[in-house]
């Protein structure tokens, strides 16, 4: 039964007689139920500002290390020049060479995640 539904699956998720949103429906069961998401926010803070990772707050010598690990990253030049040819990249896919919809989608999304990793850095202990 599990064979026959792993075929059908991959046989949907190939198939160019469903739409891109029934795609969408189908990756997203997919998604939340192997687990591959986590289900929870990873970076939280409490009433007082304190900062918790997995639910677990930080004592003062993990606080002080995550804290220059991401000034480093804020800070790491490698980073930010990778980061400026992702964009160029997907701008370069979405914008010049958007032949499907799928395409500029994609693209769209890469720069949202671009951009939310670079706000997550810079608003982490703002």
């Known amino acids: 039964m599990l064979r ?73 030049y490698a980073r930010q020049v990778f980061n400026q040819q992702r964009k160029y990249m997907a701008i370069e896919m979405g914008v010049h060479q958007g032949l499907n919809t799928e395409q500029i989608v994609f693209s769209k999304a890469c720069l949202w995640e671009i951009q939310q990793e670079e706000k997550l850095i810079e608003d982490v202990f703002a």
């Open 4 to 76: 026959l539904l792993t075929k059908l699956t991959i046989y949907l998720l190939r198939s160019k007689k469903i739409t891109g949103e029934q795609r969408a429906k189908v990756m997203s069961v997919l998604l939340d139920n192997i687990g591959v998401l986590p289900y929870k926010k990873i970076l939280t803070y409490d009433e007082r500002g304190n900062v918790a990772i997995n639910g677990k707050l930080l004592d003062i010598d993990q606080l002080v290390a995550f804290k220059e690990s991401v000034d480093a990253l804020k800070n790491n």
